[in-house]
Each structure stands twice: as structure tokens, then as C-alpha cells.
């Protein structure tokens, strides 16, 4: 599986993973995948999170047909 982030779909600038890393103690990781420029809708990330990497990637990856 490719781990490479695609563009943002809205702003084109470079995807990030971001981990809860203020998870309270006991806590396993999880991620979730945020657009890297401040001024677009995505800055703050999909609401999802995952507990594995490659599935954040993955969503974020995701594109519908023609996009």
C-alpha cells in the first residue's frame, strides 16, 4: 500500500497525518488526515479517526470518479 498523501481535493496544497498525541494515558494511537494550509476547509482534518495509519491515508486518498 502506497503511504504517500495525495493533494488536498478543495486547495491542492500537501495532506498531513495528525495524531491524537494527547490521548489520555492507556490509549492506543489513532490519525486522521488534515489539509496542511491554514486558510482551507480542510486545515482542521476529516472527522474521522483511525487507529491505523494506512487507513487515514487511505480515506484521504479516497476520490470520487472524475475528481
Not at 34 to 43: M, T, V
Amino acid at each position: 500500500m502506497n503511504d504517500k498523501l495525495l493533494p488536498c481535493p478543495f486547495c491542492r496544497s500537501p495532506g498531513v497525518i495528525i495524531e491524537n498525541v494527547g490521548r489520555p494515558k492507556g490509549e492506543s494511537k489513532k490519525y486522521h488526515a488534515a489539509c496542511n494550509n491554514h486558510k482551507c476547509g480542510l486545515y482542521g482534518g476529516l472527522c474521522s479517526w483511525h487507529s491505523e495509519r494506512k487507513d487515514a491515508v487511505a480515506e484521504w486518498n479516497h476520490r470520487e470518479e472524475g475528481n
